[in-house]
T-cell receptor, first 115, second 113 residues
Framework: DGGITQSPKYLFRKEGQNVTLSCEQN?????MYWYRQDPGQGLRLIYY???????QKGDIAEGYSVSREKKESFPLTVTSAQKNPTAFYLC??????????????FGPGTRLTVL | SQQGEEDPQALSIQEGENATMNCSYK?????LQWYRQNSGRGLVHLIL?????REKHSGRLRVTLDTSKKSSSLLITASRAADTASYFC?????????????FGKGTRLSVIA
């Protein structure tokens, strides 16, 4: 099956802890993205990567970090510096960021709750 | 950086009725896309319309684009309870380089059986 997977589905974190959300795709897509979604809201871009070993900040990158060591994987770390991390996190991928190749495929999401 | 804004924020209709959602955006675009999200799930791509297209159909979906008014509409005909979801428009700004899509806040559609 081709697709994009995220794990875990639910994640609980104590204040002050770093946590890492996993995102894997087997679609051979160059571009990958992380979004944050708060209740009743749209998607806000955290980070995106156009190619391996390269990534750019989105609109709300503070308190988050990413890596792109492999084409298939784009993990997101929510650090203790993120003051309000409780949210639904969505990972997506696309052929490229460029116009015409940017239909995005989404994973099922990870719901992070800070206790 | 909100590019697209959907209207209305919420819509409730009876099964069998048509549902119309609108999206307005600010800058010139290459294309506009519509996505659907069931509660607690990821988004699913529905349809893409390019800036040189005015109307596009896919099954019960009809999308229009008016670049002079910087707006798009998504029409779902003969709605079903299973169409209950949130619908988002997403745009990529022309001449913005390699920047990703920008999503609106969505319209929450409830179809009552």
């Amino acid at each position: 099956d081709g697709g994009i997977t995220q794990s875990p589905k639910y994640l609980f974190r104590k204040e002050g802890q770093n946590v890492t959300l996993s995102c894997e795709q087997n679609l051979n897509h160059d571009a990958m993205y992380w979004y944050r979604q708060d209740p009743g809201q749209g998607l806000r871009l955290i980070y995106y990567s156009q190619i391996v070993n390269d990534f750019q900040k989105g609109d709300i990158a503070e308190g988050y970090s990413v890596s792109r060591e492999k084409k298939e994987s784009f993990p997101l770390t929510v650090t203790s510096a993120q003051k309000n991390p409780t949210a639904f996190y969505l990972c997506a991928s696309s052929m490229s960021v460029l116009a015409g190749g940017n239909e995005q495929f989404f994973g099922p999401g990870t719901r992070l709750t800070v206790l | 950086s909100q590019q697209g804004e959907e209207d209305p924020q919420a819509l409730s209709i009876q099964e069998g009725e048509n549902a119309t959602m609108n999206c307005s955006y600010k800058t010139s675009i290459n294309n506009l896309q519509w996505y659907r999200q069931n509660s607690g799930r990821g988004l699913v791509h529905l349809i893409l319309i390019r800036s040189n297209e005015r109307e596009k159909h896919s099954g019960r979906l009809r999308v229009t684009l008016d670049t002079s008014k910087k707006s798009s509409s998504l029409l779902i005909t003969a709605s079903r309870a299973a169409d209950t979801a949130s619908y988002f428009c997403a745009t990529d700004a022309r001449n913005s380089g390699n920047t990703p899509l920008v999503f609106g806040k969505g319209t929450r559609l409830s179809v009552i059986a």
